[in-house]
């Protein structure tokens, strides 16, 4: 069974760094591209970054770039989403999932491999 546990979310000031976490089991993880998501309310789920099998190619959306960086630990099943000068506007339940296709696929994916977890929250708040 595909699941994908994220973590690491919480309340941080304007300017301030997380780092989030995703967990995978149930499938070859090394062989799947991975995502992160995020959805605000009222607003739909948008793909924020992405990173190829072996972490050789990465995608961010303009509204991150040079803040927020991808990476992942095949060894260890997990991505993570290193998150820097954050701003309100980066608010979001933040959701990760994988390419339904094997090997290195591009982005956005044309189908994900998982359903949509719980996510976890981050707000950015003074």
């Known amino acids: 069974q595909v699941q994908l546990v994220e973590s690491g979310g919480g309340l941080v000031q304007p300017g301030g760094s997380l780092r989030l976490s995703c967990v995978a089991s149930?499938?070859?993880?090394?062989?799947?591209?991975m995502t992160w998501h995020r959805q605000a309310p009222g607003k739909e789920r948008e793909l924020v970054a992405g990173?190829?099998?072996?972490?050789?190619?990465?995608y961010y959306a303009d509204s991150v770039k040079g803040r927020f960086t991808i990476s992942r630990d095949n060894a260890e099943n997990t991505v993570y989403l290193q998150m820097n000068s954050l701003k309100p506007e980066d608010s979001a339940v933040y959701y990760c999932?994988?390419?339904?296709?094997?090997?290195?696929?591009?982005?956005?994916?044309?189908?994900?491999?998982?359903?949509w977890g719980q996510g976890t929250q981050v707000t950015v708040s003074s």
């Open positions: 990173i190829t099998t072996r972490g050789l190619m990465t």
């Open positions: 999932n994988a390419d339904w296709a094997l090997g290195p696929s591009g982005f956005p994916p044309a189908r994900y491999l998982a359903s």
């Open positions: 149930g499938f070859s993880f090394s062989n799947h591209d």
